[in-house]
């Protein structure tokens, strides 16, 4: 498991004007996300949130793999790097673990 610091995404608030703070645990995760929050996405509690700081190297979480996995599942299966990538998502670029990130 990655020990780095994961950093919510509050740039957006939820159906009901709360941003990524009030998710202090995944309790009511998806459940106020409207066309412009998504908890999953934005709030560490939720297992999303932005970049997760890895000593110098900071994961890029903005995007998924064709089976919807983030840099964090790369973190747990190194050996899954560059495999699952689409257009929108490459493991080599954006996660520490595949030897991405910044």
């Known amino acids: 498991m990655n020990n780095g610091e994961c950093s919510d995404d509050l740039s957006t608030s939820d159906a009901a004007g709360d941003d990524c ?3 202090e645990d995944d ?3 998806g459940e106020y996300d409207d066309f412009e929050f998504s908890s999953y996405e934005q709030c560490c ?3 999303g949130g932005g ?3 890895d000593g110098d190297c900071a994961s890029d979480f903005s995007t998924s793999d064709a089976f919807g ?3 964090s599942w ?3 299966n190194p050996l899954g ?3 699952y990538d689409d ?3 490459s493991a080599y670029d954006q996660c520490c673990a595949c030897g991405g990130g910044y």
Do not use: I, K, R
Request: aromatic fraction near 24%.
């Open 21 to 23: 703070t009030w998710y």
């Open 27 to 29: 309790t009511f995760c």
């Open 69 to 71: 996995d983030d840099c």
């Open 51 to 53: 970049a997760v700081v």
């Open 74 to 76: 790369y973190q747990e």
């Open 81 to 83: 790097c560059g495999e």
């Open 87 to 89: 257009f929108e998502f």
């Open 45 to 47: 509690a939720c297992g």
